[in-house]
C-alpha cells in the first residue's frame, strides 16, 4: 500500500512555495524523509461501540478513524480511538503492587490505590495470577472468586474479555458470577412479571410506524439523541434518520413532543418539545395523578383494561385511596410531590389519551430507590390510554437505546426458507448474525461440572460485607458467598459502582484483586495485580452491527502499546499454568485467527441455508464488512399488535396471559417495598425526604455525551465539556445565586457519603432545586486510597448511595441528595490521567 512520493508530489503535498526554501534541501535527502514522513498511510477497517471505522496508520501510528462509509450519522465519539490509544494513562506492561508482591495474599489492604506499582514480567504475573486461582480454589473453593466482571468491554467476537473471564474461570474450576446489570436492573426484574417480557430488551414498535401514525410523544426519562450514540453492539445510527423524520413528519403533522425530565435535555432540544419538569426519582406519583385524573373524569378505556389486563381493581382502590395508606392519588396529591403543577398533569393526560400516544420510557427511573415501580406504573397507565398494539400508540421502554425501534434484519433461524417464512408479514430474516467465544468449552471434561454462584450484580459490596448472610431476592431467598479474590476484565468498578468511600473500604475483604484493562483506570489503580490488554485497534477480530444488518472485519491497525497483549492470549498464558488439557478446552485448538474465521463460516453457513449468500471470508476480510438487506415487513412491527387482536391465542408470558396490574405473585413475596402492584414508595432520598434539611439539591446522573461511562474520558474530549477541568455540575441560576456560585466555578459538592469537586455550569436548561452531573469521571482522589478524601475530579459515584432498588431487584441507583459550596482555596492538580510511577519501567 505505501508508495514513495516523487520529488514533484512532494513539493505539492508540502504546499511548498516558497521554492528557494525548498531547493536547498538535497535531492538525495527527500526519499530518506519521505520514507519516514511521506508514505501514503495505511488503511485499515475496525469497529467500536461508537461505529465501525476506516483506521489510518501513517509511520506505525494509529493517526486518525474515520467513520465507515455505512455509517448514517457518525458520532465525535469516534474520534477518540486513535487519542485513547496514545494516552499517558496506558498500562504498558504488567504491574504488581509492591506490597502484595511482597506479602502476597496476605498484604496490606489498606495501601490499595496508594502503593508503589512495580513492573513485572508477564511470565511473573501469569505466576502470581494462576497461583492465586489455585490457592483460593483449594482454600476456599472456586466461588470465593468473583468473575462478574461486569463492564462494556470492547466489541469483538473473540476477544470478548467478559466472556474469555468466564471461560477461564470455568475450566479451572468455577467462579462467582452475576445476573442482571447496572443499566437495566430493575426493569429488567419487574416487566417479565407485567408482560411476560423484559421489557428492557423487547422490541418496539417501528420507528416508521411512529412516523406515520404517532400524533403525541412523550419522552419519559430519556434521552434518545444522546444515548443512541453509542450500542452494545456496533451502532450504524441509522435511528438519527428516522429520529430526524419523526421530527420533520411531526411538525408537519402537528405532532406534540413532551420531556419530561428535570433536565431539558438533548432530545428536548431536538425536538423543540414542551418540557415538563419533574422532580428527580417522583415519576410514579406524577403518572397516578394522571391515572387517577383519567379514572374519575371517565376518559380511560376501560374495555382494554377489562380485555387486556387483568388486577385493575386491587390498583384501583390504591389508586382511590380505599386501600394501604388510604390517600386518594389525585393531581393535587401528585402535584405536591412531583413538581409538576396539577393543570400539566391533567393537560398531559387528556392530551395522551385523546391522541395516539407513544411513551417512550427510559432507564434512569428505574435506576432509583424503588426503581420496580416506574416501568410497572409506565404500562398501567398505557393500558389505561389503551392504545396498547395500535400503531404508534402503547409504549416501548428502550427506544434510547442501541437503536432500539430501528426495523432490522432479524437473525436467521438457520432453517431452511420455506414458502411460509418468505410469505410471512413479519421480520423474514435476512441476517444470519454472528456468533462469539461462549464462556463453555465445546471440550468436554471436569470443567463441565464447575461449582457456579451467582450474585445481583449490583450488590456486589453488600456480598463483600455480608458474607455467609442470608438476602432476598426476586421471590428467593439466598446467602451471599464469601469472596477472597476478584478479577476484572473490560469493566470499571470504581467508576460503575456506587458509594465510593463505603466500596473502597469493602473491597479490603478481597485477598487479592486483578484488573486487566488498556488504561490505569481508578479500578487499575486499586489493584493488586493489573495486566494491559491490547484495544480494539491493536488486534484482529470480527464483530456485527447491533442491529444486524452488517458483519464487520476489525483488522489491526496497529502495533500494542507497550507490552500490551491480547486479552485472548493472557488467559491463554494463565491457563498454561495449569494443564495442556486445560489450555486446549480454552483454545479448542484454535488459532485466534481461526476462531475468527470459525464465526464467519457459522454465520456463512446459517446465512446459506436461508438462501442468503454471503462473499467468501477473504473477500469479507479485504472489503471490511458484509451487508444484510433490511425486509420491508420489518417497518411494519407493531407491538403487542398479534395480542391485541386475539389476546387468547397471543397470550403474554405472564401466568394470566394479560398485563398483571396485579402481580399475585409478587404480592405473594410479602416485600415491604415492592407489592401486588405499582405503588408510589418515598425513595430514601428525594426532595421531600428529611435529609433535603441538610441537602437540599436532588443531584442526577445522566449517560454522559462525550464519553461512554468512563471510557475516554482520558483523551481530549474531555475538554469539549469540562470547566476547569472539572466534571461539570448543572445548576439553576437560583440555586447557584443563593450559594454565591457563578458559572465556571469550581464547587465543592457533598453529602454524608462523600465529596467532589465539580465545575459550575449555571443554566435554565435545569430545574430549581435539581443539579446534574453525568456519570464516568475518573475518580481522582486527593488521597489515594483514603476513605472520605475529596475526589479533585468529579466522579458522581462518591455521592450516591449503594442501597438496593427493593427486594425484588436488588437494583442499583443514580439519584442523591447533595449540597454544593464555591470551593475555596488553591484548585488541586488532576493527577488521574497520567500512569502513576512504576518502579523498575
Ligand atoms: N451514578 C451512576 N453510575 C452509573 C450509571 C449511572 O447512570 N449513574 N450507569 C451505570 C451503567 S448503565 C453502566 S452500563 C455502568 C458502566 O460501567 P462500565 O462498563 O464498567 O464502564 P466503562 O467505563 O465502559 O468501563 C469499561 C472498561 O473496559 C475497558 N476496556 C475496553 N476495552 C477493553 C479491552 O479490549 N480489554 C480489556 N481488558 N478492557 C477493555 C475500558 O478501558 C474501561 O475501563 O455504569 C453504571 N454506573
Ligand atoms: N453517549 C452515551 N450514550 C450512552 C451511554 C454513554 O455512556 N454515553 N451509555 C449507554 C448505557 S450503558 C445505557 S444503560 C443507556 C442509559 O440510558 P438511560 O438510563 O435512559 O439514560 P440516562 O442518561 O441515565 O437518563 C436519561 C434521561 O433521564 C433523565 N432523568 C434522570 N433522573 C430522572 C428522573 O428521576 N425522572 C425523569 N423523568 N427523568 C430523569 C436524565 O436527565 C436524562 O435526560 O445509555 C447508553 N448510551
Ligand atoms: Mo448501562
Avoid at 425530565?261 to 419538569?277: R, S
Avoid at 447491533?546 to 458483519?551: K, P, V
Avoid at 457533598?750 to 443539579?771: D, P, S
Wanted: aromatic share 10%; proline share 5%; net charge positive.
Amino acid at each position: 500500500m505505501t508508495k514513495k512520493m516523487d520529488r514533484r508530489s512532494f513539493l505539492k503535498a508540502s504546499g511548498a512555495t516558497a521554492g528557494a526554501v525548498v531547493a536547498t534541501i538535497q535531492a538525495e535527502a527527500i526519499p530518506l524523509v519521505g520514507d519516514s514522513l511521506l508514505n501514503d498511510h495505511e488503511k485499515g477497517f475496525s469497529a467500536s461501540h461508537f461505529g465501525a471505522v476506516v483506521t489510518h496508520t501513517r509511520n506505525s501510528r494509529f493517526e486518525s478513524a474515520t467513520p465507515f462509509e455505512g455509517d448514517a450519522h457518525p458520532v465525535t465519539l469516534v474520534e477518540g480511538l486513535a487519542a485513547r490509544t496514545y494516552a499517558e494513562d496506558r498500562i504498558l506492561y504488567p504491574c504488581v503492587r509492591e506490597d502484595y508482591l511482597k506479602h502476597g495474599y496476605k498484604s496490606d489492604k489498606s495501601k490499595r490505590g496508594n502503593d508503589t506499582f512495580v513492573r513485572v514480567s508477564w511470565e511473573t504475573a501469569f505466576d502470581l495470577v494462576a497461583n492465586e486461582i489455585k490457592r483460593v480454589n483449594t482454600t476456599y473453593g472456586p466461588t470465593a472468586i468473583y468473575g462478574g466482571s461486569y463492564g462494556w468491554f470492547c466489541v469483538g467476537s473473540l476477544n470478548n474479555p467478559q466472556a474469555l473471564l468466564n471461560r477461564m474461570l470455568g475450566i479451572t474450576g468455577g467462579y462467582t458470577g452475576r445476573t442482571c446489570t447496572y443499566s437495566t436492573h430493575a426493569i429488567r426484574q419487574i416487566t417479565p412479571y407485567v408482560g411476560g417480557t423484559d421489557e428492557s430488551s423487547a422490541q418496539p414498535t417501528v420507528y416508521p410506524v411512529l412516523i406515520e401514525h404517532s400524533e403525541c410523544i412523550v419522552f419519559w426519562g430519556c434521552d434518545p439523541i444522546n444515548t443512541n450514540q453509542i450500542a452494545w453492539g456496533v451502532p450504524t445510527h441509522g435511528v438519527y434518520k428516522y429520529l430526524k423524520e419523526l421530527k420533520e413528519e411531526g411538525k408537519k403533522r402537528g405532532v406534540k413532543f413532551y420531556v419530561i425530565d428535570p433536565v431539558y435535555n438533548n432530545t428536548g432540544m431536538y425536538f423543540g418539545a414542551e418540557h415538563i419538569q419533574i422532580r428527580p426519582t417522583t415519576d410514579v406519583a406524577m403518572m397516578l395523578g394522571m391515572a387517577h385524573y383519567l379514572y374519575k373524569e371517565k376518559l380511560y378505556n376501560a374495555d382494554f383494561i377489562k380485555k387486556y389486563t387483568i388486577g385493575f381493581d386491587q390498583f384501583k382502590q390504591y389508586l382511590l385511596g380505599e386501600s394501604e395508606d388510604m390517600v386518594a392519588k389525585t393531581p393535587e396529591w401528585a402535584a405536591s410531590i412531583c413538581g409538576v403543577p396539577v393543570e400539566v398533569i391533567k393537560m398531559l393526560a387528556k392530551e395522551c389519551v385523546s391522541k395516539r400516544t407513544m411513551l417512550m420510557g427510559g432507564w434512569s427511573t428505574q435506576r432509583a430507590h424503588h426503581g420496580e415501580q416506574p416501568n410497572w406504573m409506565l404500562i398501567t397507565l398505557a393500558s389505561m390510554l389503551g392504545q396498547i398494539g395500535l400503531p404508534g400508540g402503547g409504549y416501548g421502554c428502550n427506544y434510547h437505546y442501541s437503536s432500539n425501534g430501528v426495523p432490522m434484519p432479524a437473525a436467521a433461524t438457520g432453517n431452511p426458507l420455506t414458502k411460509a417464512d418468505a410469505d410471512a408479514k413479519d421480520f423474514a430474516s435476512a441476517s444470519p448474525g454472528l456468533s462469539g467465544i461462549s464462556i463453555k468449552s465445546k471440550i468436554k471434561g471436569p470443567w463441565d461440572k464447575a461449582k457456579m454462584e451467582i450474585i445481583p450484580v449490583s450488590r456486589i459490596v453488600e456480598c463483600l460485607e455480608n458474607a455467609g448472610k442470608e438476602y432476598n431476592f426476586d421471590g428467593h431467598t439466598k446467602k451471599w458467598p464469601e469472596l477472597k479474590m476478584a478479577y476484572w476484565a473490560g469493566g470499571n468498578p470504581f467508576h460503575h459502582h456506587q458509594d465510593r468511600n463505603r466500596m473502597i473500604k469493602a473491597w479490603q475483604k478481597l485477598e487479592t484483586f486483578v484488573v486487566q484493562d488498556n488504561f490505569w483506570t481508578a479500578s487499575a489503580r486499586m489493584a493488586d495485580i493489573i495486566l494491559p490488554a491490547t484495544t480494539e485497534q491493536e488486534r484482529n477480530d470480527i464483530t456485527k452491527a447491533h442491529t444486524n444488518e452488517y458483519i464487520f472485519a476489525m483488522k489491526q491497525a496497529v502495533a500494542p502499546a507497550g507490552e500490551a497483549m491480547d486479552d485472548f492470549d493472557i488467559f491463554v498464558n494463565i491457563l498454561r499454568r495449569f494443564t495442556a488439557e486445560q489450555v486446549l478446552a480454552f483454545t479448542e485448538g484454535k488459532s485466534k485467527m481461526e476462531w475468527i474465521k470459525s464465526f464467519y463460516q457459522a454465520s456463512f453457513d446459517k446465512a446459506a441455508k436461508s438462501g442468503v449468500k454471503m462473499p467468501t471470508f477473504d473477500a469479507f476480510w479485504e472489503k471490511g464488512y458484509v451487508y444484510f438487506e433490511t425486509p420491508e415487513s420489518a417497518k411494519k412491527f407493531i407491538k403487542h399488535e398479534k395480542f391485541r387482536a386475539n389476546p387468547v391465542v397471543n397470550r403474554l408470558g405472564t401466568p394470566s396471559g394479560k398485563i398483571e396490574i396485579f402481580s399475585k405473585k409478587i404480592a405473594g413475596y410479602n416485600y415491604k417495598e415492592c407489592k401486588g402492584h405499582p405503588m408510589w414508595f418515598e425513595p430514601m432520598e428525594w426532595a421531600g425526604s428529611k435529609v433535603a434539611k441538610e441537602f437540599p439539591l436532588s443531584l442526577v446522573s445522566p449517560h454522559p455525551k462525550y464519553r461512554l461511562h468512563s471510557q475516554l474520558n482520558n483523551t481530549w474530549l474531555r475538554h469539549l465539556e469540562e470547566v476547569n477541568g472539572r466534571e461539570p455540575i448543572w445548576m439553576h441560576p437560583n440555586d447557584a445565586k443563593k450559594r454565591g456560585i457563578k458559572n465556571g466555578d469550581v464547587v465543592r459538592v457533598f453529602n454524608k457519603r462523600g465529596q467532589v469537586l465539580a465545575g459550575a455550569v449555571v443554566t435554565e436548561a435545569i430545574m430549581e432545586g435539581a443539579v446534574r452531573m453525568q456519570e464516568g469521571a475518573w475518580y481522582d482522589p486527593k488521597e489515594a486510597g483514603k476513605v472520605g478524601t475529596l475526589c479533585v475530579h468529579g466522579d458522581v459515584n462518591v455521592l450516591i448511595p449503594d442501597v438496593g432498588t427493593s427486594e425484588l431487584a436488588q437494583g442499583n441507583q443514580a439519584t442523591a441528595l447533595v449540597e454544593i459550596e464555591k470551593f475555596k482555596g488553591e484548585v488541586p492538580a488532576i493527577s488521574i490521567f497520567k500512569a502513576p510511577k512504576i518502579k523498575g519501567a
